[in-house]
């Protein structure tokens, strides 16, 4: 068994082809049937079955699934260690951020760190904050620049870098806007709501609120996507709650008695994985910029 069989191996699990595989890995398709081939002989045992055009883990396959991605990432966390003793700062540095910061937070961080390692590729992973929190978990990933989430549980570290409020926000044509004045959260539960996502940790927080409140939300658009709802949001759809940063002249801050929002942004990783040294030079670069513009 070696490392060229493992990875064909994990890469058929991932495509669930052969096909699909071999092309992800530059091979032709009897070659990798060829390593899968060697692994199985060297095992002793068969670790796919092909079933209606379908490539199936048998237990075998499945407990070499389990073992092998720990394997892998040993050996990668182990070279960039040893890469790391010569001081180079080069390569790609592999790392998730929301869209939301992504935007908002992170450009200036990229032009610097351009500017002054132009050998270094950044591979960014735009994807929500709990997609990218699982991904540094199982050591897809260096670390990860997102939504913190409310429980931190191991193998993963996080490390504070922005405070972002949370405001209601409505558009300057809504009711709410009229108001001028602080408003109950009864009456602001009166009007339609436009939130993150359930599921998401903006919306944990937003949910726990208005629990400890005893107020039901009257929701009437579920995204993911920030931007869509501060669209949605400005077109006078409803209410949001929208970090503070996103307020511009087309938006109106609403002032609700009893309501305190803010999540915490910042980088996440694993407990165990090295990142590159180019990967906590960004990293630092990352939470300087968060202390000169918190």
């Known amino acids: 068994m070696n490392l060229d069989e493992l990875k064909a191996f994990l890469a058929i699990v991932e495509h669930q082809s052969f096909t699909l595989a071999a092309e992800k890995i530059h091979l032709t ?21 092909r079933i209606s055009n379908k490539v199936l883990l048998t237990e075998s396959g499945q407990l070499l699934l389990e073992r092998a991605n720990e394997l892998l990432r040993d050996l990668e966390d182990i070279e960039r ?35 002054e390692y132009p050998a270094v590729g950044l591979d960014v992973r735009f994807l929500d904050s709990e997609q990218a929190c699982q991904q540094v978990s199982r050591g897809e990933l260096e670390f990860a620049v997102v939504t913190l989430p409310p429980l931190v549980e191991t193998p993963l570290q996080v490390r504070r870098v ?21 408003i109950s959260p009864a009456e602001l539960t009166g009007h339609s709501a436009l939130l993150p996502a359930v ?40 209410w949001s709650a929208l970090p503070r940063s996103m307020l511009d002249d ?23 994985r090295t990142l590159s040294n180019a990967g906590q030079l960004l990293v630092k670069t990352i939470i300087r910029h968060g202390e000169e513009n918190p």
């Open 81 to 115: 260690a040893i890469h790391n003793l010569s001081g180079d700062i080069s390569g790609s540095v592999r790392f998730a951020t929301s869209h939301h910061i992504g935007l908002h937070r992170l450009p200036p961080v990229f032009e610097e760190f351009h500017r």
């Open 250 to 272: 087309k938006l109106q801050v609403v002032n609700v008695s009893q309501l305190s929002l803010q999540r915490e942004l910042g980088i996440v990783t694993h407990e165990k």
């Open 162 to 182: 922005w405070p972002d409020p949370i405001e209601i926000m409505v558009s300057g044509q809504h009711p709410l806007a009229k108001t001028g004045n602080v």
């Open 199 to 238: 599921g998401t940790y903006t919306r944990a927080l937003i949910d726990r609120a208005f629990t400890e409140l005893q107020l039901p939300l009257h929701i009437e658009i579920n995204s993911n996507y920030l931007e869509v709802l501060k669209m949605l949001t400005a077109a006078g759809l409803g």
């Open 29 to 49: 398709q009897p070659a990798i049937s060829k390593r899968i081939a060697k692994l199985e002989d060297s095992l002793g045992v068969r670790l796919f079955d």
